[in-house]
């Protein structure tokens, strides 16, 4: 296990990086899909990040996501930029404008698809890899930071077994 996850850094600042990088990446894609209901799901997920982002700011300090480590537990790279399907002009997903600059489609053009069943597969996939992350975080936090991880280590399991659950019946 190497500095990206948290070895040798402060329990709490790794921790905050993942959740972080977590509100992020939800964030992003949730701009950046076409699909409604991926959009409702990748919102609900950065809410959740956003709630825990807040309870470990708490013991951290707000300004501890600047210096926090970042997992590489979210494809950030598939979602921070979208191209017009159009004209294949790039943009940002921050700053995806109304219509394409370049030849005027409406904004729609912009969209990635990524299906419902790929989304919770995400959801999955980066919950587990979070929860090992705070499990080990964990380990090597006292007092109140070590009751918050353990704490978070449990939510995330549970998120990545609700993930499976909903990517199986989107499966079936």
């Keep these: 296990m190497g500095p990206e996850r948290g070895t040798g850094t402060d329990p709490l600042a790794s921790a905050v990086g993942a959740v972080f990088e977590g509100v992020t990446f939800f964030e992003l894609a949730r701009r950046a899909v076409a ?32 210096a926090a480590p970042r997992p590489g537990f979210y494809p950030i790279e598939a979602v921070a930029k979208v191209e017009c ?21 409406a904004r729609y053009s912009f969209e990635k698809e990524i299906a419902p069943t790929k989304a919770w597969e995400i959801a999955g996939t980066s919950a587990r890899k979070s929860a090992a992350l705070f499990r080990d975080l964990g380990g090597r936090a006292q007092g109140a930071a070590k009751v918050l991880l353990d704490e978070l280590a449990r939510e995330e399991d549970g998120l990545a077994s609700n993930a499976d659950e909903h990517a199986a019946e989107l499966r079936t």
């Excluded at 959009?39 to 300004?63: I, M, S």
């Excluded at 921050?94 to 219509?99: A, I, L, R, W």
């Design 35 to 66: 699909d409604t209901r991926v959009k409702v799901t990748f919102g609900d997920l950065a809410k959740r990040k956003r709630e825990q982002l807040a309870r470990l700011e708490a013991l951290a300090g707000p300004r501890a996501k600047d």
């Design 85 to 105: 399907y159009v004209c294949g002009f790039g943009v940002e997903t921050q700053s995806m404008p109304e219509v394409c600059p370049s030849c005027g489609a």
